[in-house]
Nanobody, 124 residues
Framework: QVQLVESGGGSVQPGGSLRLSCAASGRTFSRSAMGWFRQAPGKEREFVVSINWSGGNTIYADSVKGRFTVSRDNPKNMVYLQMNSLKPEDTAVYYC?????????????????WGQGTQVTVSS
């Protein structure tokens, strides 16, 4: 069993920054691909970013390119999402997800385990 716990969400003004963290346990984290997804009220879940097991390969949604940066620390079983220049449209619940036997993927069904999510609110 894998457990993923997100943290770092909160409220911030437009143009501000937040750093989300995802702590993983229960399986060989260093061999997993990790993804961040988000879901705004009344909208479908959407892909944000994916990072492969080594951190050497990443893909980003066009909406966050140049503003968000994903990283991972395998010895600590952690994944991070640095979010800069936040916009009101970034408001959502952010979820981290873990998958094995894949490199990077924007498809939610490629991931086997999901966290409970952390709320990010961008508002003036």
């Amino acid at each position: 069993q894998v457990q993923l716990v997100e943290s770092g969400g909160g409220s911030v003004q437009p143009g501000g920054s937040l750093r989300l963290s995802c702590a993983a346990s229960g399986r060989t984290f260093s061999r997993s691909a990790m993804g961040w997804f988000r879901q705004a009220p009344g909208k479908e879940r959407e892909f944000v970013v994916s990072i492969n097991w080594s951190g050497g390969n990443t893909i980003y949604a066009d909406s966050v390119k140049g503003r968000f940066t994903v990283s991972r620390d395998n010895p600590k079983n952690m994944v991070y999402l640095q979010m800069n220049s936040l916009k009101p449209e970034d408001t959502a619940v952010y979820y981290c997800a873990a998958g094995w036997d894949l490199s990077v993927s924007s498809r939610g069904n490629a991931y086997s385990y999901w966290g409970q999510g952390t709320q990010v609110t961008v508002s003036s």
